[in-house]
């Protein structure tokens, strides 16, 4: 399973640290993907890095966030610095099978996903 960590009520300008852990299997060889939903809005994928290290970041968060992935530890983690109010929402991850190089936006665009997590809440508010 996913789980994740590190969400909050945090002020604008804020940072956080989200962590997504994987248990019960081994995430080298998985292609993790982070996204996030808003109220009302449509599910937009905010980040992901393959087993390779490729990684990709939403052109709205880019410069403010950073993906990085320590498979000793069994975990992908978002750094988000200057949050902003339209960064709130759920945050959670998903992790797919790819044990190969490639471009790991491919997820954004599936339905379905070996593993999910339940994710956490992000919320920016003064």
């Known amino acids: 399973q996913l789980v994740e960590f590190g969400g909050g009520l945090v002020p604008p300008g804020g940072s956080l640290r989200l962590s997504c852990a994987a248990s019960?299997?081994?995430?080298?060889?998985?292609?993790v993907g982070w996204f996030r939903q808003a109220p009302g809005k449509e599910r937009e994928g905010v980040s992901c890095i393959s087993s390779n290290l490729d990684s990709h970041l939403a052109d709205s968060v880019k410069g403010r966030f950073t993906i990085s992935r320590d498979d000793a530890k069994n975990t992908v983690y978002l750094q988000i610095h200057t949050l902003k109010p339209e960064d709130t929402g759920l945050y959670y991850c998903?992790?797919?099978?790819?044990?190969?190089?490639?471009?790991?936006?491919?997820?954004?665009?599936?339905?379905?996903?070996?593993?999910r997590g339940q994710g956490t809440q992000v919320t920016v508010s003064s």
């Open positions: 019960g299997f081994t995430l080298d060889y998985y292609v």
């Open positions: 998903t992790a797919d099978w790819g044990p190969y190089p490639l471009d790991c936006t491919v997820v954004f665009g599936q339905d379905q996903h070996n593993y």
